[in-house]
């Protein structure tokens, strides 16, 4: 219980900050930004509300931010760009707004980023053909647009959630036999297209789950 106190700045060689559910209250303080050494960033399942402090993406060795089960209101910020060692970040079940973050198909290191039930807006972002996503779950938002199919396309895909939004427009291609999608949830939207096609782009030998209902 309590807050997350800003004298945790004197732990300068601290690599792990674990305080998942401990019905903390307040804000994430920016003092964490001054952490340099630290790697793994987990405050989920607490009642912390505020923003997210641009500092924590200028951490260079952070690789997990887990903020989920908060709430958590305002933007990702745009430092996000800065965090070019983060291999996972959630922050599903906030209240976060604004659009996905740019850099988020551009990041040669991210492989999980789960945002779902926010309040996210905006479209969809091209992705690099280095990417390596390998979880995307952004459903239960307010995203408009198209589904990107330098999105669909990427090898290394193995969950992706965009159900329960505003996307619109025909189901690009998936990868075929050589991807390894194992979770698909495209539901609820206004997607065109035909279950057998669909199919036809999905690797049978690896997808475990399926959603495409209205």
Request: charge should be negative; hydrophobic fraction near 35%.
């Amino acid at each position: 219980r309590g807050s997350i106190p800003s004298e945790l700045q004197r732990l300068t060689v601290l690599q792990i900050l674990d305080l998942r559910s401990n019905s903390l209250t307040g804000s994430i303080p920016p003092s964490i930004g001054a952490l340099v050494q630290l790697e793994e960033l987990n405050v989920e399942d607490n009642l912390l509300r505020g923003t997210i402090p641009d500092g924590i993406f200028n951490l260079p060795r952070l690789r997990i931010i887990d903020i989920e089960t908060n709430s958590l209101s305002g933007r990702i910020p745009v430092s996000f760009a800065n965090a070019t060692s983060l291999t996972k970040f959630d922050c599903d079940g906030n209240n976060l707004g604004g659009p996905l973050p740019e850099f988020l198909g551009q990041s040669f290191t991210l492989e999980e980023f789960f945002a779902w039930q926010n309040d996210l807006t905006g479209t969809i972002p091209t992705f690099s053909r280095s990417s390596r996503i390998a979880f995307l779950s952004i459903g239960y938002n307010r995203l408009r647009g198209t589904i990107p199919p330098s999105l669909t396309s990427i090898q290394s895909l193995v969950g992706l959630s965009v159900g329960r939004n505003s996307l619109e427009g025909s189901i690009p291609p998936f990868s075929g036999r050589s991807g390894s999608l194992e979770i698909l949830d495209i539901s609820g939207n206004d997607l065109s297209g035909t279950l057998h096609n669909l199919l036809s782009t999905l690797n049978p030998f690896k997808l475990e789950g399926l959603y495409v209902s209205d």
